[in-house]
């Protein structure tokens, strides 16, 4: 196993993480995920620190809270031998503590994932989403506190756009708070939106993407392919609008691309398009899910091997989309292009 620092931080992780969002399947997004309980859960935790994982990524969301719990449950006896990363922020109910990020509630939900994982400390914290209605500087003096209590490590966010997380940096660097290290996006060949604002700002700042929903929220498995059924068994038929939508005719472009190369290296669909992802500046790690053994298997197979550059050239191609205003100039007039290169 590779392993990358998180960002500018010091922390090491490793360049696959494993996500528990299949751990409990509660409620109609994450029971169409998976429903793995605690023995099964320990049985894929054992298989990834075999391969060298050893960051577990989950959120106070998933499944109701039952994602921490049965995480917690198959690393107990094991936790010097982990890294926890956990999300809070989005409602968990209907009362007006139940949402957000403001002081009171970030102190509580603290304590009750604390509770949750069985553990006094989380390694790495991110806000599951931007809360509007929090002041900024109450949200990071918040999490300063919970530092230097030693209940958190490391702070990161998911899901913000560019100028709240910069901003979000600002005010951390003015005040001398922690600033966040970690960036939890979605990025895949049928998601690349996060390369025209997110990405830069990553690389100038030293923010690390921990990227989920790497194979497209399920569309690159394999299993989908031009001029055939959904399969019966896919998760999209439960969980398609959850999720960002995808062109039918860019989807079967990438995935005969996908198929070709996969053909070509002797790998299957899904690990062409992580090691893909692996290859892109700013990604930190890239979190996979698995219901079962066999996918858990199957992607930690994208490691130990590179793909050439032809081939990222020709993904790359396969995938393209012209961004949007302001950041299409860039790349389609060559004034604008020399001042400001793409990244990738």
């Not at 969980?239 to 939508?245: H, N």
Request: glycine content about 10%.
């Amino acid at each position: 196993m590779d392993y990358r620092n998180l960002g500018a931080s010091g922390l090491k992780v490793p360049a696959l993480s494993f996500g528990t969002g299949t751990f409990g399947g509660q409620g109609p997004l994450f029971s169409a995920w998976g429903r793995s309980d605690a023995d099964e859960a320990r049985r894929l935790v054992d298989i990834c620190l075999e391969a060298g994982v050893n960051l577990f990524d989950s959120a106070d969301v998933y499944s109701n809270g039952a994602s921490e719990e049965i995480l917690g449950a198959a690393i107990k006896g094991r936790r010097d031998k982990v890294l926890i990363s956990t999300k809070m922020s989005l409602p968990m109910g209907d009362g007006p503590f139940d949402a957000g990020s403001s002081r009171h509630r970030l102190l509580a939900s603290v304590e009750t994932a604390l509770r949750r994982l069985g553990t006094d400390y989380i390694d790495l914290l991110q806000l599951h989403a931007f809360d509007a209605f929090t002041p900024i500087a109450e949200v990071l003096s918040t999490l300063d506190t919970l530092v230097r209590a030693g209940k958190l490590r490391y702070v990161g966010v998911s899901n913000f756009a560019g100028w709240q997380l910069m901003k979000s940096l600002a005010v951390a660097d003015h005040h001398g708070w922690p600033r966040y290290v970690a960036h939890q996006v979605y990025y895949s060949l049928l998601g690349r939106d996060y390369e025209w604002e997110l990405m830069p700002l990553a690389r100038d700042q030293g923010v690390g993407a921990l990227v989920w929903s790497p194979l497209g929220w399920g569309r690159l498995t394999g299993k989908i392919r031009r001029g055939k059924p959904l399969p019966a068994n896919s998760r999209l038929h439960a969980t398609a609008q959850f999720g960002p939508p995808v062109d039918d005719e860019r989807l079967y472009a990438v995935v005969d691309m996908l198929e070709a190369i996969a053909a070509e290296t002797g790998r299957t669909v899904p690990q062409i398009a992580i090691a893909w992802l692996l290859s892109r500046p700013t990604v930190s790690s890239v979190i996979i899910g698995a219901r079962n053994e066999a996918q858990l298997r199957d992607n930690l197979g994208a490691v130990g091997w590179s793909l050439g550059a032809d081939q990222i050239t020709r993904l790359d191609e396969a995938s393209a989309v012209m961004p949007s205003y302001p950041y299409y100039p860039y790349r389609v007039q060559e004034g604008f292009a020399r001042l400001n290169p793409p990244l990738v």
